[in-house]
């Protein structure tokens, strides 16, 4: 039973709470014309991906770590009448049905879901035209015809549970997605933080919102120490957003006493930080041989004055950076496919350095990574594999693919 504590100060801590989101109908909404509106490259195929999902979840709890459901928690919060008729007139609103006659016969299709569960996942799946037949209206906008095939688009990139909310501290950064169709997504996390019985008693601290104006994802946010985050400036993330995080974190007294801002190339194969850089151990990372720098990274300080900070830009290669801000002698970095080339484009296509650590020095990754599974035995990493023939081509790996919410403290 989830009992809405969230706690993560490093990417490494003994994983005890992690949310996943089970694909859904949603997938087999994608199609190859839709693909490059809807984030995707290919389309997978659902019974696979779900299995293939299903035995990611089964290596959680293998290890003692509680799964909880993206679609479970919001099924729970829209138990409530009251929140549940709040929350459907939000959604559809931001689903952009406007006409108010589309509205009611959309909330019509919605309020024949009785069962909860079952409600959230056909939101999730997006409607198609078929599925609701529009009389005559004296709205031009009702009546002109479109050959689009959807009346609300579907939520295909949901199993990327990463990137809508990330847990930082003992707080939530409730992100602004940058694209249109990713963005409302964070809607789930927006009604699980407010109305959720168990997370509301706990208070929690809201170190970004989803109506902040700028841009912020999940994947460009790392937590390497309880004294150090780190955040790409990246395709997908702005400047300004990591401003207001680290004016809020700083203000609220968390331990943390630097931001490292990652500015990183604003392109697709380096769409988040975390596409290109993870922590697997104390002093081990893997890496993206092209991020390896040097780098320009502006060191964010926390100041005498809450809410302060001092900035500091720096040039710096990577391990360097590392070193310095982590406070150890030296650092390992496992480079994805070994060394730049055929093996490294191959294996950053499939997220080879996109790993999720359960604890330090054991991490998940994707069975196909083979040349960079090998190097992170090599120097002594557990490794869980799993299979991703389909999950993978979402183009996000285990990371990706996981909000952790409670670790213990190193």
């Not at 997938?27 to 696979?48: A, G, S």
């Not at 151990?281 to 890496?287: E, G, L, M, Q």
Request: hydrophobic residues 40%; charged residues 25%; negative net charge.
């Amino acid at each position: 039973m989830f009992d809405g504590k969230l706690q993560v100060y490093s990417e490494i801590g003994v994983l005890k709470k992690v949310m996943l989101h089970r694909p859904g109908m949603e997938i087999e909404n994608l199609t190859p014309e839709l693909m490059n509106r809807l984030l995707f490259d290919d389309i997978p195929y659902l019974r696979v991906a779900q299995e293939e999902h299903d035995a990611f979840a089964d290596v959680f709890r293998t290890c003692g770590v509680e799964v909880v459901y993206l679609e479970t928690l919001m099924a729970e919060v829209l138990q409530d009448k009251a929140t549940r008729a709040i929350f459907m007139d939000e959604f559809i609103a931001e689903a952009g049905i406007v006409s108010p006659y589309r509205v009611a016969m959309v909330k019509a299709y919605y309020e024949a879901f009785e069962d909860a569960e079952a409600l959230v996942k056909a939101l999730m799946t997006g409607i198609r035209r078929e599925r609701i037949t529009f009389g005559l209206t004296h709205s031009l906008a009702d009546l002109i015809e479109t050959q689009y095939p959807f009346i609300i688009d579907p939520m295909p990139n949901l199993y990327f549970t990463r990137d809508p909310y990330a847990v930082i501290g003992n707080g939530v950064s409730l992100n602004k997605m940058r694209t249109l169709t990713r963005r409302r997504e964070t809607i789930f996390a927006k009604y699980i933080f407010e109305h959720h019985p168990a997370v509301k008693q706990h208070q929690v601290p809201l170190w970004y919102d989803r109506e902040d104006p700028y841009a912020i994802e999940g994947g460009d946010e790392l937590i390497l120490s309880d004294k150090v985050i780190a955040i790409g400036v990246s395709q997908r993330t702005d400047a300004a957003a990591v401003d207001l995080i680290a004016k809020r974190i700083f203000h609220a007294g968390q331990p943390f006493e630097t931001i490292l801002a990652f500015d990183i190339p604003k392109t697709r194969a380096f769409m988040h930080l975390d596409t290109v850089f993870t922590m697997v151990d104390y002093d081990t990372f893997t890496i993206h041989p092209e991020i390896e720098g040097p780098l320009t990274v502006y060191s964010i300080q926390r100041g005498d004055h809450p809410g302060e900070y001092i900035i500091e830009k720096e040039h710096m290669e990577l391990e360097a950076i590392l070193m310095k801000y982590l406070q150890l002698d030296k650092v390992k970095l496992i480079r994805c496919g070994g060394k730049p080339g055929i093996d490294a484009g191959r294996e950053q296509w499939n997220d080879g350095s996109n790993t999720l650590a359960i604890a330090p020095g054991e991490v998940i990754v994707y069975a196909r990574n083979h040349v960079t599974n090998r190097l992170l035995e090599a120097a002594g990493i557990k490794l869980h594999v799993i299979q991703s023939s389909e999950l993978s081509r979402g183009r996000g790996g285990p990371r990706c693919m996981s909000m952790p919410l409670y670790r213990d403290q190193l």
